[in-house]
DNA sequence: TATTTTGAACACGAACCATGTTTGTTATGT
DNA sequence: ACATAACAAACATGGTTCGTGTTCAAAATA
């Protein structure tokens, strides 16, 4: 598939520039104008770019957030590495919430053969659930945010009122001791607090690049975690921060 | 694919005879054991069969419901004739509560683009609804049965008692004037009850086949419903005890 | 131990997907 | 209104994948 890695390389583009032609970016990609207008109104209907005549605009603001789709195979490796060492602190027969986002489901995939109750907050995390056999699946109400499908909502919020877990896998926007932990969606902030009052234990993922951002809405201080897994390249003073809160730090 | 039609061969042929050879089997298809052995992988893995040495013996009991995947394709025109009529009785901007299985699903799939706010009860719909630009989507929360991927359980009913729908369409395994409206499973019986009463209207769906039959667990007598669409081939007396009963019977 | 069944490995062919080219249509600018 | 540029549909082509069959070594059964 060298299709996937060209539309990265045009969505990148398109963001870096802001703006760019067809016929640039045929130059860009070496193809031709027809597979870059095939290319554009795939993007376009994914929601990352805006065609217009002759070229396109980006309409990934900065600071936004990407959408699911993109950030699902960005850093693959250390989020299965991540998923990995959340899945080796995990013991069999528990009762686990996972959080949504592209980190939490590799999580939810290193937990499908174990032996465990699980609650995942997305549908992408669900579908990659639905047929486990030993798995104990539960899924919460709740309305699903398009692409992320992420659950959200009183529904979502009453059926985490209604239970309590072991442990809670939540993953974050931002992460970092002067101003807690962040999501981008109020909605998702509210879901992720409701999750750590119903868990006896709560492992947060992050990767090294979340430690130097804050999303919009806060959901808890670092001193509310009781583990933090992340990249073996994450910032020693953040960790170091994080630990002396009392968090133990995994850094993969 | 001429694959999915020789499984339903060897699936249906294991079923009528209760077990046969891997021999058997490549003759009545008249393809190699190989292939065989590696559809009888697939199908063992769906639960429709069970592999022994040198053959394979059916698992699908008389009287049981057959899985999923397997009902999905049976009769599929019907379903979409039955789920474009359940379609046309629906109102812009109504909410909806789908009920799981099979020909609900083609329901679903009927509303996809329809201004609408849904509530579908299996993840079968669920997925199918995702995406919907003009669609409310609303998730219960519950247990994803295997297969069936239906919601059920007390989160199901909580999420359901907290709302109120203009129309629930709910399907059946068995629907006639004695037995009134009857399902194969117990938890899902209990949500069935559970939209009828969180609903101001309820249509049933139901192949000519279900006025036949009559499942385990009883859900609803036939007067409790409003409406119930169904194929041209259904039984006259069973659609006229329906009427008789107050029921409106569309035939499609 | 002899025989049969099985599954992994390789090979072949068909179907499918992505890409490029051509051509007619649509939109834009002067 | 005309000329030009961009677009999209249609067709052709090359590469890839998927399904199938064959062969052979390993495993299970008699």
Redesign the pocket.
Known sequence: ???VE?HQQITDAVRHAGQL???ELAELT??????I???L?ILAEQGLLE?????ARSLLLRGEEPPFALRAHDGLEVKQRIAAAVGAMIADGEAVVIDSGTTCLEVARALTHRRLTVMPLSLHAANALVGAPQLRLLLPGGEPRPGELALTGPLAEASLAALRFDTAVIGCCGLNAANGLTAYDLADAAIKRAVMASANRVIAVAEAAKFSRTALAFVAPTSALHAVVTGDDAPNDEADALEAAGVVVRRV
């Open positions: 598939m060298a299709s060209r032609s067809v016929a070496s193809t031709s104008e027809m597979t207008r095939r290319d109104e065609r217009y005549r002759g070229g």
